[in-house]
């Protein structure tokens, strides 16, 4: 185990064991872990299955588990990015590991990995509810294409956290994150359908990247708007470009 | 001269930093060498945190430079020989000691094993609990193993002992001796003097940003040559304190105490005035006392 390091010192270990704590830190402290994980299969539980189950169940189902998997991945990667960046930030334990030969990135993409993790678990969790519970049936292609768009799907709101977490307080970021998740979530359409809510809703749903992320989800199990795949991958991508660059000038910045 | 060469391991020249329109460095030069002990000393907001600061990379100089075994400090090659204990470091409480090891050791090169810290910080059956369930004690040493995982050349290290208790920081002292014996260098912040007069080989301190005394211990001292004289004596208070040498007497009673620039001659004319003189007693200013002089008179 402890063997003399004699070749060049190799950054990956650590780069793995930064992305393994960073999992076990979140796994262990359970207000995290075991909302990110619960709430969007409950919920889906609750609204795709128990109260879908009457009429057009199956067709409900269908759609939601699209986009309770958006709603649950965006929950990771905002909490697990936004709340711990700022409490990171606070308690000092960021610049301690600037200071640290620690390579560059190791805690970003530590996180980043983390929430992929976590996403893939609620995706996983969801796609057994739906096939089994609430009778979705889709191709296997549908079933993979929705895992990825899942688990790459976090990438844009580990920006939105990342600059969340930059701007407010480690007490503050719950609630502030919370302010921002929810809304989103239920105004581009993730918990009910769009044709649902009042028109102005509808209509200013593509101002919210979780719309765009939703209707790529909803493009796998042929229930989108029918907006071009291009436009929303274009929204997502400057959403997490624009967002990652104004938190690193933050960041640099609170220094 | 037939010196060993031994260049500076971390080295600020003439370096300024200022927040706005406060100057928190007014051009500093401070050097650690390797088997030597460097403390930084000064009042809370004298520019301590700072000068950490820019050798570790965490901030930039104004003007002047900041070197790191003669890179620059945010080279993560210079990083590499250095350990760190940082007072206000967030240390995840969930982790347990065995993983916190485990990942800073994977930062460095050539760390030292886990039963290695683990001796030298005192960790015996610490090592599987989780940090957060730690006393405040315990933590730092956890901290201190952290600092000297990686084998470093060079430690900083900040408050090492602040909330230790008197045989723990003893057994810190210990350690931080042996390190530097070893040939490690270290630059040491502390609020305790003692601690300083204690481990330092040599003491800058620092007061509004400037270097306002640098030196071995007993050359800062140096810089505060007055002497305190107590004894019992029936001489006069006011007496005494016009006396040539004296700078100022006091009296409890029967006791006597008089602050003198050199002990000797006031020493000399008690003994003379005052057949029944007894109790006497000379000391020297330490490093406190040179510390409160010094950080007052730049004032």
């Known amino acids: 185990m402890d063997a003399q390091v004699l070749h060049p010192h190799s950054s990956l270990r650590s780069y793995g064991l930064e992305a393994k704590y960073e999992f076990l830190r979140l796994w262990r402290t359970p207000s995290f872990a075991l909302p990110s994980l619960l709430f969007p299969i409950l919920f889906y539980v609750l609204f795709g299955v128990v109260l879908a189950g009457g009429r057009g169940g199956a067709e409900v189902a269908r759609y ?6 958006v709603f649950g991945i965006m929950g990771s990667a905002l909490f697990g990015f936004g709340v711990t960046i700022a409490i990171e930030r606070d308690n000092g334990q960021l610049e301690y590991k600037r200071a640290l030969p620690m390579p560059p990135g190791a805690v970003l993409l530590a996180k980043m990995a983390m929430a992929m993790l976590f996403a893939a678990i609620t995706s996983v969790l969801l796609a057994v509810v739906g096939g089994v519970f609430a009778g979705v049936s889709l191709a296997p292609w549908q079933w993979v294409a929705l895992f990825a768009v899942n688990v790459l799907g976090v990438l844009p709101f ?29 105004l581009s359409g993730l918990w009910m359908p769009l044709t649902m809510l009042p028109a102005f809703i509808a209509k200013s749903a593509p101002a919210w990247p979780s719309y765009h992320l939703a209707q790529v ?4 199990v042929e229930r989108d708007a029918g907006g071009p795949l291009w436009l929303h991958f274009g929204v997502l991508a400057v959403v997490t470009v624009g967002c990652f660059m104004l938190a690193r000038r933050r960041l640099a910045a609170a220094r | 001269m037939a010196r060993v060469f031994n260049p500076p391991l971390a080295e600020l020249v003439g370096a300024r930093k200022r927040y706005g329109r406060q100057v928190a460095l007014d051009g500093i030069d401070i050097a650690v060498r390797g088997g030597e002990l460097l403390a930084l000393l000064g009042p809370n907001g004298a520019g301590k945190t700072t000068a950490i600061g820019l050798l570790l990379g965490l901030l930039d100089a104004d003007d002047g430079s900041a070197r790191l075994f003669g890179e620059s400090p945010h080279s993560l090659a210079a990083r590499r020989g250095v350990g760190l204990m940082l007072q206000s470091a967030g240390i995840p409480d969930t982790l347990k000691v065995r993983e916190l090891l485990e990942l800073t050791r994977s930062y460095y090169p050539d760390p030292r094993s886990l039963a290695d810290c683990v001796a030298l910080a005192g960790l015996d059956g610490l090592i599987e609990r989780r940090y957060g369930k730690l006393s405040g004690g315990q933590q730092r040493r956890v901290q201190f193993a952290l600092a000297l995982c990686g084998r470093p050349r060079l430690l900083f290290l900040d408050e090492p002992t602040t909330g230790l208790d008197i045989e723990a920081r003893q057994g810190l002292w210990k350690a931080i001796r042996e390190l530097v014996a070893d040939g490690c260098g270290v630059l040491l912040t502390t609020h ?3 601690e300083a007069e204690s481990l330092a080989d040599r003491v800058v301190v620092l007061n509004r940003g400037e270097v306002v005394a640098s030196g071995t211990v007993a050359e800062v001292r140096a810089h505060v040559s ?4 107590r004894c019992q004596s029936s001489l006069s208070v006011a007496r005494v304190a016009q006396w040539p040498g004296v700078r100022s007497a006091s009296a409890d009673g029967e006791r006597l105490e ?4 050199a002990a000797e001659p006031v020493v000399r004319r008690l003994l003379a005035e005052d057949a029944g003189l007894s109790d006497l007693e000379v000391q020297r200013a330490g490093l406190a006392d040179a510390f409160i002089e010094l950080t007052r008179e730049a004032a």
């Open chain 2, 226 to 229: 007055q002497r305190r004289i």
């Open chain 2, 192 to 194: 305790y003097l003692e």
């Open chain 2, 258 to 261: 008089i602050v003198a620039d």
């Open chain 1, 64 to 69: 939601l588990l699209a986009t309770y998997g």
């Open chain 1, 217 to 220: 989800a909803l493009k796998v």
């Open chain 1, 158 to 186: 580990c920006a939105v956290g990342l600059l969340i977490g930059s701007l407010v307080s480690g007490s503050a970021a719950p609630a502030f994150v919370n302010l921002v998740y929810l809304p989103m979530a239920f």
